[in-house]
């Protein structure tokens, strides 16, 4: 069974800090991995994704990959209230087409 | 931005109907897929489809379900006989490939409810 796996949370921050979400994997062959945002009761929304081993900065987010431990990260930079919701890792074998996906970790930034 | 659009947004059915889901991929794009996220729970993978052909099923994915592409627009998810436990938001994603580079950009899903 593939899994992904996430701290469920909560993670609270203060408005401006940096917020710090994890997730590891067990598949080896894991291509690309994806992070996705879901406030309650809506759908997920891509943030961003990465595939090659390091740091992958867009804005405030920064996604980084660590394939032979098995981990990705993302961090979120001077994080708002806004960003408050349930951050879902997402992984993508080479040979199929599916995301499995972590449970997510929800993140409560405070103003 | 162009975007995946799903109806209903809501759908309350008897236990035992049929339920069929709908989804506008994105113009460009070639492949399509469902997931469903039961209350609390992760995001499931239920079906890809591309080319006119499911490419890849999960084990949820059973003779209950079925999926369409019944004209150049539209993708649909028809579940023949539903139960209580299919109950879920049903989401439907689509991408321009199946490669590494090309993410999937879900919907707004649709919330069914059975009775």
């Known amino acids: 069974q593939k899994e992904v796996e996430q701290n469920s949370g909560p993670l609270s921050v203060p408005e401006g800090a940096i917020a710090s979400l994890n997730c590891t994997y067990s598949d080896r062959g894991s291509q690309s991995f994806f992070w996705y945002r879901q406030y309650s009761g809506k759908s997920p929304e891509l943030i961003m994704f990465i595939y090659s081993n390091g740091d992958k900065e867009d804005g405030r987010f920064t996604a980084q990959l660590n394939k032979a431990s098995q981990y990705v990260s993302l961090l979120i930079r001077d994080s708002q209230p806004s960003d408050s919701a349930t951050y879902l890792c997402?992984?993508?074998?080479?040979?199929?087409?599916?995301?499995?996906f972590g449970k997510g970790t929800l993140l409560t930034v405070n103003p | 931005e162009p975007e995946v659009t799903q109806t209903p947004s809501h759908q309350v059915t008897q236990m035992g109907q049929e339920v069929i889901l709908r989804c506008v991929p994105i113009?460009?794009?070639?492949?399509f897929y469902w997931y469903r996220q039961i209350l609390g729970q992760k995001v499931e993978f239920l079906v890809s489809f591309y080319n006119n052909e499911i490419s890849e099923k999960s084990e949820i994915f059973d003779d209950q379900f079925s999926v369409e592409r019944p004209d150049g627009s539209n993708f649909t998810l028809k579940i023949r006989s539903t139960k209580l436990e299919d109950s879920a938001m049903y989401f439907c994603?689509?991408?321009?490939?199946?490669?590494?580079?090309?993410?999937?950009?879900f919907g707004d899903g649709t919330r069914l409810s059975i009775l």
């Open positions: 994603a689509s991408s321009e490939g199946s490669t590494r580079y090309q993410p999937q950009h």
């Open positions: 997402a992984v993508k074998g080479g040979s199929n087409y599916k995301l499995t």
């Open positions: 113009s460009n794009h070639l492949y």
